[in-house]
RNA sequence: GGUGGGGUGGCCGAGUGGCUUAGGCAAGGGCCUGCAAAGCCCUGUACGCGGGUUCGAUUCCCGCUCCCACCUCCA
């Protein structure tokens, strides 16, 4: 069995055959970087990350574009509203997007473009559209999209331009409410430096033209999967389509969208202004590494209804499976793997990312692991760790280095401490001395250390929240 | 009004025409332990409502209802 993906053009599952064999290419709709990053952004970012890996994984070589958006109404009104550059609001918020999917574990993309930096190709396909007709400049310096010009306009989203609600703006010189700015000309209320010239006059791109001119760039005339959120299937991704295909490309294979994180019922938004971020998080003491458990535990396309209570159940189920790791490695040490996952992991994984599935599987080996491991095979609790570690490494998860003690910095500076204390305490077990040896584990723990005894003599790990404090 | 997705045991969350009715969290019982912790074992018998198809439906079909997303900037 190959890979199945659910593309939502065909509304079906379907086998994904890449085009050009061995090879793959993605571009991932980015962020518009009008704000700091929320865990909606996170839960994309996660969820292409792992399809990427899941592809490299099956051996094929993924150019893997995912674009920033850095000019449009949004930043421009920040930037005023700030009284600062605009680019400036762009890049600290990109800034911040880049370190946030590098703390969940998402790896950087093959390239990650910006809008700004693709005026000449975006221009050239807006001559492009021009020249086909399937585009007109206004006397005031805009160019729309001709949405009546083709006919498929509305078959990614199901919509049908005559149902459609009236929700575009009217312009001067704008032939259809449908029609959509491809290049929009120079306004009083708009920092200065937003403009470039162009044959249209002063001006600056649209949203959607900068996607469709990116992928052109990096994948393109045509290319296997395009990704995004599921919110902007419409209009955004319709308008690729209709830009690129009118532009005469043959553009995406496949169309592959992400589920959307809500909160309180409702989409968490920048909008909405309901948005949750890792900075909050780790002020609850949630570790990037348990937040993407949380947001790859359910599979992509599914809605996530954030509560704390969830999040928090998901970090549990995390370090179930990182006890088991920590365990079975002070035991058995770190294992060699051949990188191959087991075949029940294969199948779900290719059956549209079943990341619930391959969670389950993952956990039922570390159940077989923690059974071994009081039975003292350590043979099978190495078979045991080599799986899990690899099947947790497919999914972009890796308890070896994401540790709390790990993370500390200071894990050989407390284990020394911690050696101390238990020195004591074993001598006051020796002497059936219960409260004496009670109290030196209770000391610690009120230090955030927990001490268990294992067959092999006491163990320590960090309390969870050991970073929050008292 | 249009389009699409969904309502699964206390909670999160997969899945399937019956067969072995995921997995995790929480709960109760047991084992282990000096006591714990961790771990292991056991227990709970779920599929929004009403019809229909079927030998049999949570799974297919129809109706209803509720929720969500999109139709306007948003991963």
Redesign the pocket.
């Known amino acids: 069995m190959s890979l199945q993906l659910y593309d939502t053009a065909t ?1 079906s599952v379907r086998d994904f055959v890449p085009r050009e064999a061995g090879k793959v290419g993605i571009y991932l ?4 970087v009008q704000s700091p990053p929320h865990i ?2 996170l ?2 970012g996660v969820n292409y990350d792992v399809l990427r890996r899941w592809l490299e994984y099956r051996g094929l070589e993924v150019r893997f574009i995912r674009n920033i ?1 850095d000019i ?3 930043v421009l009104a920040r930037a005023v509203a700030e009284a600062v550059p605009y680019w400036s609001i762009a890049y600290r918020n990109e800034r911040l997007l880049d370190d946030a999917y590098d703390a969940v574990g998402v790896r950087l993309p093959t390239y990650e473009p910006r809008a700004t930096g693709h005026i000449p190709e975006i221009q050239a396909l807006i001559q492009r559209l021009i020249d086909r007709d399937h585009a007109y400049a206004t006397d005031t310096g805009e160019v729309y999209f001709d949405v009546s010009s083709y006919a498929d306009y509305g078959a990614l ?4 331009p005559d ?6 703006e009217t312009a001067p010189g704008k032939r259809s409410p449908l029609d ?1 700015a491809l290049w929009k000309g120079v306004k009083p209320t708009e920092p200065a430096d937003a403009y470039w010239p162009s044959p249209w006059g002063r001006g600056r791109p649209g ?1 959607h033209i900068e996607c469709s001119a990116m992928t052109w760039r990096y994948l393109g005339e045509e290319f296997d999967i395009h ?10 991704h319709e308008n690729e389509i209709a830009q690129s295909r009118a532009a005469g490309f043959g553009f995406a294979r496949y169309w592959v969208h ?5 909160l309180g ?8 202004g309901n948005v949750v971020d890792l900075p909050s998080l780790a002020a609850r003491g949630l570790r990037p590494a348990e937040v993407r458990y949380y947001l790859s ?3 992509y ?5 954030y ?1 704390e ?2 999040l ?3 970090a ?2 995390y370090r ?1 499976i990182e ?2 790791v920590q ?1 079975a490695v002070e035991r058995v040490g770190v294992v060699e793997t051949d990188g191959v996952v087991p075949a029940g992991f294969e199948l779900v994984m290719d ?2 990312l ?1 990341t ?2 391959a ?2 599987l993952v ?2 080996t ?2 077989a692991g ?2 071994a ?2 039975a003292g095979d350590d043979e099978a609790v190495r078979q045991a760790l080599g799986e899990v570690l690899t099947m947790l490494g497919v999914l972009g998860l890796d308890p070896l280095t994401d540790t709390p003690a790990a993370r500390s910095g200071l894990a050989d500076t407390v284990d020394s401490l911690v050696a101390l204390a238990l020195q004591q305490r074993e001598a006051a ?1 020796a002497r059936r001395d ?2 004496a ?2 109290a030196v ?1 209770d000391q610690l723990k009120q230090a955030g250390v ?5 067959p092999h003599g006491p163990r320590w790990t960090l309390a969870a929240n050991a970073t929050d404090g008292p």
């Open positions: 509304r709709c980015g962020v518009t909606g952004h839960r994309s958006t449009d109404d949004k989203s199901g919509q049908r149902e459609m609600r009236s929700g575009e959509f949203w990704g995004g959120g599921l919110d902007i299937r419409f209009p955004h992400n589920g959307p994180l809500n019922g409702e989409k968490m938004s920048k909008s909405l535990a359910p599979h396309r599914s809605v996530i209804d509560s209570a969830a928090d159940e998901a549990a189920a179930r006890g088991f365990r059956d549209d079943n619930p599935q969670f389950a956990h039922e570390v159940r923690n059974t491991l009081a077990r219960w409260p040896a009670d584990r927990l001490i268990e005894d294992t």
